[in-house]
């Protein structure tokens, strides 16, 4: 067992290609760390890194507290496997798994004992004697795991093992992985771009966008107290909400984020009303997941946006409506893309809050002329807001609808993105 520390690790591929960018993150002894991103945000890279079998260009990998980036890929006790796990064809599933013991010169009754101890754990010991050529994709998958960890490495990389497989057997292999690894306490670093992979497997995640780490925690800790709109849209299974407020403290009596046609009021007491009152006279970004709305009558006076029930949507175990409210949606915000800078580093924040504040005012204007909104082909639904409504439909299309917003469940970013509201975490 061995910690992985990430240093500012940063990866810049040849042509000044920003890959990672100043990484910093540690995955304990034993620990199992998911990397999540979307595509492309440079999670097989840093796993690379790891391995050995990409470079760091600068910041420092430590390895079971020794300093990693120049150790050679066979000397850092490392095991990967890979999207397709590419096994030796002529060999039969006993020989794919047994072949590292064999290369180290092991002992045979050792590697029998092994071999079959893993494959038992993995469900493929009935397959032992066949070739890779007559197994499933999910088998495939199974034997290029115990192939990886026959030799019990320090450290477990996985990049996106189940992302070839259908969906069942995604779901069925998920619960075995984390049942093996959690059995053999081997440090685990997994990537995918699956966020309820993600949620699932486990002990922490590190959640990761264009090369730089969003945001790192329990599962529970980043979707419920998400560090960043980014973060808190990507672990959404339906659309996040994302609507832009101006913040006021009318007299002081209390502070409100007003949408135009709605406002919603914090008390002084609110333990979240003093970050955002910092922001008063301006404008931040509120989040509100579809299930922290809910349908309630006319007459109910909480906090609450109205509307007209645009669509509804049937998801089988529930339905979403969308509804027009008349306040606009904004996009996520994203850090600057790494890869059309030219020069060494990314800029901390320079450029990215102008741009998106003339992103937000530009949206305002429209919005100044309703009609243009829906001229913006395929940004219809950017102007409802969605409630998740159950299982029975509490409304038709075309209903005025009562939203309650359940103000617990709210988030305030900065226009940038990052979080002002929440009781961050100390780790
Ligand atoms: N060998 C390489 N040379 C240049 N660019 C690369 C190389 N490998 C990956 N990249 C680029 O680096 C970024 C991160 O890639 P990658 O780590 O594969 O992302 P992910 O695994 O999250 O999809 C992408 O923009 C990708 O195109
Ligand atoms: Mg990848």
């Given at each position: 067992?061995s910690?992985v520390?990430?240093?500012?690790?940063?990866?810049?591929?040849?042509?000044?290609?920003?890959?990672?960018?100043?990484?910093?993150?540690?995955a304990?002894?034993?620990?199992f760390l998911v990397l999540?991103?979307?595509?492309?945000?440079?999670k097989s890279?840093l796993l690379r890194m790891i391995a050995g079998l990409e470079?760091?260009?600068?910041?420092?990998?430590?390895l079971?507290?020794?300093?990693?980036?120049?150790?050679?890929p066979?000397?850092r006790d490392v095991a990967m496997v890979f999207?397709?796990?590419?096994?030796?064809?002529?060999?039969?599933?006993?020989?794919?798994?047994?072949?590292?013991?064999?290369?180290?010169?092991?002992?045979?009754?050792?590697?029998?004992?092994?071999?079959?101890?893993?494959?038992?754990?993995?469900?493929?010991?009935?397959?032992?004697?066949?070739?890779?050529?007559?197994?499933?994709?999910?088998?495939?998958?199974?034997?290029?795991m115990?192939?990886a960890i026959?030799?019990?490495p320090k450290i477990f990389l996985m990049d996106e093992p189940?992302?070839?497989?259908?969906?069942?057997?995604?779901?069925?292999?998920?619960?075995?992985?984390?049942?093996?690894v959690?059995?053999?306490?081997v440090t685990t670093i997994y990537v995918?771009?699956?966020?309820?992979?993600?949620?699932?497997?486990?002990?922490?995640?590190?959640?990761?966008?264009?090369?730089?780490?969003?945001?790192?925690?329990?599962?529970?800790?980043?979707?419920?107290?998400?560090?960043?709109?980014?973060?808190?849209?990507?672990?959404?299974?339906?659309?996040?909400?994302?609507?832009?407020?101006?913040?006021?403290?009318?007299?002081?009596?209390?502070?409100?984020?007003?949408?135009?046609?709605?406002?919603?009021?914090?008390?002084?007491?609110?333990?979240?009303?003093?970050?955002?009152?910092?922001?008063?006279?301006?404008?931040?970004?509120?989040?509100?997941?579809?299930?922290?709305?809910?349908?309630?009558?006319?007459?109910?006076?909480?906090?609450?946006?109205?509307?007209?029930?645009?669509?509804?949507?049937?998801?089988?175990?529930?339905?979403?409506?969308?509804?027009?409210?008349?306040?606009?949606?904004?996009?996520?915000?994203?850090?600057?893309?790494?890869?059309?800078?030219?020069?060494?580093?990314?800029?901390?924040?320079?450029?990215?809050?102008?741009?998106?504040?003339?992103?937000?005012?530009?949206?305002?204007?429209?919005?100044?002329?309703?009609?243009?909104?829906?001229?913006?082909?395929?940004?219809?639904?950017?102007?409802?807001?969605?409630?998740?409504?159950?299982?029975?439909?509490?409304?038709?299309?075309?209903?005025?609808?009562?939203?309650?917003?359940?103000?617990?469940?709210?988030?305030?970013?900065?226009?940038?993105?990052?979080?002002?509201?929440?009781?961050?975490?100390?780790?």
């Amino acid at each position: 067992m061995s910690s992985v520390v990430l240093d500012k690790v940063t990866k810049v591929y040849p042509g000044d290609h920003l890959a990672v960018d100043r990484m910093s993150l540690k995955a304990e002894d034993g620990e199992f760390l998911v990397l999540l991103g979307p595509s492309g945000c440079g999670k097989s890279t840093l796993l690379r890194m790891i391995a050995g079998l990409e470079e760091v260009t600068e910041g420092d990998l430590w390895l079971d507290g020794k300093l990693a980036n120049h150790l050679p890929p066979r000397d850092r006790d490392v095991a990967m496997v890979f999207q397709s796990g590419a096994l030796y064809p002529h060999r039969s599933v006993r020989g794919n798994i047994a072949f590292p013991l064999e290369i180290a010169k092991a002992d045979p009754q050792f590697v029998k004992d092994r071999v079959t101890e893993l494959s038992k754990a993995l469900h493929i010991d009935e397959t032992l004697n066949r070739r890779p050529g007559t197994l499933s994709g999910g088998q495939r998958q199974r034997v290029a795991m115990g192939r990886a960890i026959v030799r019990q490495p320090k450290i477990f990389l996985m990049d996106e093992p189940l992302s070839n497989l259908d969906a069942g057997m995604r779901t069925e292999l998920r619960m075995e992985i984390s049942a093996l690894v959690r059995s053999l306490g081997v440090t685990t670093i997994y990537v995918t771009h699956d966020q309820v992979e993600a949620l699932t497997l486990a002990d922490r995640i590190a959640i990761m966008n264009r090369g730089v780490l969003q945001d790192v925690g329990t599962p529970a800790q980043i979707y419920n107290d998400p560090a960043t709109a980014f973060v808190a849209a990507f672990l959404n299974s339906q659309q996040l909400n994302l609507l832009s407020a101006t913040v006021r403290t009318p007299q002081n009596q209390f502070v409100m984020l007003d949408f135009g046609p709605h406002q919603l009021t914090l008390p002084w007491s609110d333990p979240r009303a003093y970050a955002i009152s910092q922001y008063t006279g301006g404008q931040v970004l509120v989040g509100m997941r579809p299930d922290g709305l809910a349908p309630v009558p006319e007459s109910y006076d909480g906090p609450s946006f109205f509307g007209r029930v645009r669509a509804l949507e049937y998801h089988g175990h529930e339905w979403l409506a969308y509804v027009e409210c008349g306040t606009p949606g904004v996009p996520v915000p994203e850090p600057p893309d790494p890869r059309r800078k030219t020069n060494g580093h990314a800029p901390e924040s320079t450029g990215l809050g102008t741009m998106l504040r003339r992103m937000f005012t530009s949206r305002v204007l429209t919005e100044e002329n309703e009609h243009d909104e829906e001229q913006e082909s395929g940004h219809h639904r950017r102007t409802d807001l969605i409630v998740r409504l159950g299982v029975r439909p509490a409304w038709r299309v075309a209903d005025a609808a009562k939203v309650a917003v359940d103000l617990s469940r709210i988030m305030v970013f900065t226009l940038e993105g990052a979080r002002i509201d929440a009781a961050r975490r100390t780790s």
